[in-house]
């Protein structure tokens, strides 16, 4: 079946301009998780949902960066006036419900490159 | 605050030598740990999990809470297993996934 799906795949902006990554998790994944991983550095957690809430927001670097999930299924992550230390690769991942121990399925990732 | 350690950032071995990947956590309770891996060009993916007691591809990994690790081992490393490897905690369903900062694993021929 299809996995976790992550568009653009490439993304470069401009410093000062916004711009939208999106997610679509695995259907009937219940939990997703957005991550940030800077160039020859490990994962940085941002944000993860269940279901349409987030009660864990407490790795989003800045009032800049800001996530929504709806319907249970598509995560948008949106960073507002960007600087170029947002470049980076952006690891969307979800994992099931009601199964203990549930790993993490990952996207493919959105690089992010502020010039 | 949890956090998980691997000291080495980068471990180069001859193929068919023995190879492990250390990975040490920080938390008092019971955790569930996994080791992931993202192979050249690939996504990052479940190698294993603690919880499941198996070997994948040959690698195994022993929850030893005495002294908070779950070293990643294999005992004849192939060049196939190049890449780059995450030691990975959660501390209870639903909750967030503590990323290691990662091993990159170099199997020389």
């Known amino acids: 079946g299809a996995g976790v799906s992550q568009s653009p795949s490439n993304k470069v902006t401009e410093k000062g301009k916004d711009v939208e990554l999106r997610c679509d998790p695995i259907?009937?994944?219940?939990?997703l998780y957005w991550y940030r991983q800077r160039l020859g550095q490990g994962l940085e957690f941002l944000i993860y949902?269940?279901?349409?809430?987030?009660?864990?927001k407490s790795g989003l670097p800045s009032d800049r960066f800001s996530a929504e999930r709806t319907g249970e299924s598509v995560s948008t992550l949106t960073i507002q006036r960007t600087q170029q230390e947002d470049s980076a690769v952006y690891l969307c991942?979800?994992?099931?419900?009601?199964?203990?121990?549930?790993?993490?399925?990952f996207g493919n990732g959105t690089r992010l490159t502020v010039t | 605050a949890q956090r998980v350690t691997q000291p080495e950032k980068l471990l180069s071995v001859f193929k068919g030598a023995p190879v492990e990947l250390k990975c040490n956590y920080s938390?008092?309770?019971?955790?569930?740990l996994f080791w992931y891996v993202q192979y050249s060009r690939q996504r990052l993916q479940l190698l294993l999990r603690?919880?499941s007691r198996e070997s994948i591809k040959g690698f195994t990994a022993d929850l030893n809470k005495g002294e908070t690790s779950f070293h990643l081992k294999k005992p004849f490393a192939q060049e196939e297993d190049s890449a780059m490897y995450y030691c990975?905690?959660?501390?209870?369903?639903?909750?967030?996934?503590?990323f290691g900062p990662g091993t990159r694993l170099s199997v020389l021929p």
């Open positions: 603690h919880i």
């Open positions: 990975a905690l959660r501390l209870s369903y639903g909750q967030n996934f503590v």
């Open positions: 949902f269940q279901g349409n809430s987030a009660p864990d």
């Open positions: 991942a979800s994992s099931a419900p009601g199964h203990d121990n549930s790993p993490l399925h």
């Open positions: 259907s009937g994944h219940t939990a």
């Open positions: 938390y008092s309770g019971s955790p569930e």
